[in-house]
C-alpha cells in the first residue's frame, strides 16, 4: 500500500474552497485521520482504486447505492441507451410510469409511487404527505435516527430553530413501552410514526427491531392517524425485494426507497397506499431535475436485475461469510466483536471499544491490506462480492485482527 499523499494533498485543497472540505458523511475525518484515503479514482464490481493507485475490496457500496457493484455492465447498458436519447426533458419520459409501475408491482404496500432524488426528498415528502392525510401535526420517531437533512430531523443543530423541532417527539428504538406510553398519551396529535427497519445509526452496534415493538406499532397505526411511514432508504431491497416492512411483517402507509434502488444513480422514491393517493396529490413535490430519465433507466435495469438473478439471496450469503470469517478470527486473537445488523448490512465493533480506538485501528490496518471498511458507519455487501473475493478480504482481516489484537490484547 502507497500511502495516502495524493489524497492528503487533494484534501488540503477541498478545505480552501470547500468548508470542512468535504461535507458530510464522506468526509474523511470520519474514517481513520491521515491513514484513509480522501478521493477515489475509479472503481470496477466490488473494489476500488484511490488516487494513490492504492486498491481496496469495498464494504460500503459509496454508503449504500451500489448494491449490484461499481460499473455494472446491465445498469451501464440501460444508462447509455437512455442517454443517447437524452436525459431531462420539459416533461417526463416513459420510464417515469414503468418505474412508477415497477414499485406498485414490487412493494406490497405500494398503490402509487413518487419520484425524487435522495433520500431526504423522500422523507421529507412522507412527512408533508401525513400531516396533509391527517390533519395533525406531531412526528414521532426515535432518538438518533437518520432520517436525512430535513431541517425536522437532521442530527446537526447548526441553523436548526426550535420551532423546527417543535412538532418533533422521540422514543428509544426497540422500548416498546417507552413508544406505547407515548403513543398513548401523545398518539392523538401525531401524523406519523417514522421508523427505519432496524436500528442503523451511525456510532452504535445496530439492533434487529423486537417483536414487541414492532407490535406496538401495529396496534397504533392506522389510516386517521399516527400513519406508519417506512424509512427504508438504507435498507431498502437489501433485506427483502418488496421492501423491509416485508421482511419485518408490517404494513406502513408510506415507504421511503432511495440508496439501492439505482446502482449509484441519483434516484428516490416515496410509495403508499390508496387511503392516502388524494393527499399525496395535493402536496407539491417536485425538482429541476426530479423526472431525469437516465436514473430511472439505472433503477428499472437494477431491478432487474437484482429480480433476475436473485442477487439479493447471494448477497446475504457473501454477508454471513463474511461474518463468520470476522467472528472466527476475533476469536482466534482472543477480542471479543460485536458483529451487528443483517448480513447484507452488517457492522462490527469491539466490545468495551468505548473511545473507538479498537475499531480505528482495525479499520486503518485494513486499508494498509486492502480493505474499505468503516469504523463508525454500518458496512454494505453487494452482489459483486463473490465468495473469493470474501477468502481474499478475510486474508487481510486476519493481519488486522492480528495488529490491532497486538495493541489492545
Ligand atoms: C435511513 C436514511 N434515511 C434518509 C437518508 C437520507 O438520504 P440522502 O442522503 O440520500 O438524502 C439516509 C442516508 O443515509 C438514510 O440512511
Sequence with gaps: MGGFSESMALFERARKVVPGGIPGHQNPMLLVPGQSPCFIERAEGCRFRDVDGNEYIDYMCAYGPMILGYNHPKVEAAVRAQMAKGNLFNLPSPLWVDLAERMVDLIPTADWAVFGKNGSDAVNYAVVVARAHTGRKTIIMAEGAYHGIGSWCTPSTAGIIPEDRAAVLRFEYNDAAGLKALLDTRGDDAAAVVITPFRHEMFHDQ????EAFLDVLRGACRD???LLIIDDVRAGFRLHMGGSAEYLGLKPHLSCFSKAMGNGYPISSCVGVEALRESAGQVF???????SAVPLAASLATIEEMLKTRALEHIFRVGDQLRQGLLNQAREVGMAINLTGPATIPFMTFAGDDDFARITTFCAR??????FFHPYHNWFVSAAHTEADIEETLVKTKKAFEETAEIFG
Design 207 to 210: 439492533e434487529m427491531a423486537h
Design 224 to 226: 386517521e392517524g399516527p
Design 285 to 291: 413535490f417536485t425538482g429541476s431535475f426530479f423526472t
Design 366 to 371: 485494513a486499508y494498509q491490506e486492502g480493505v
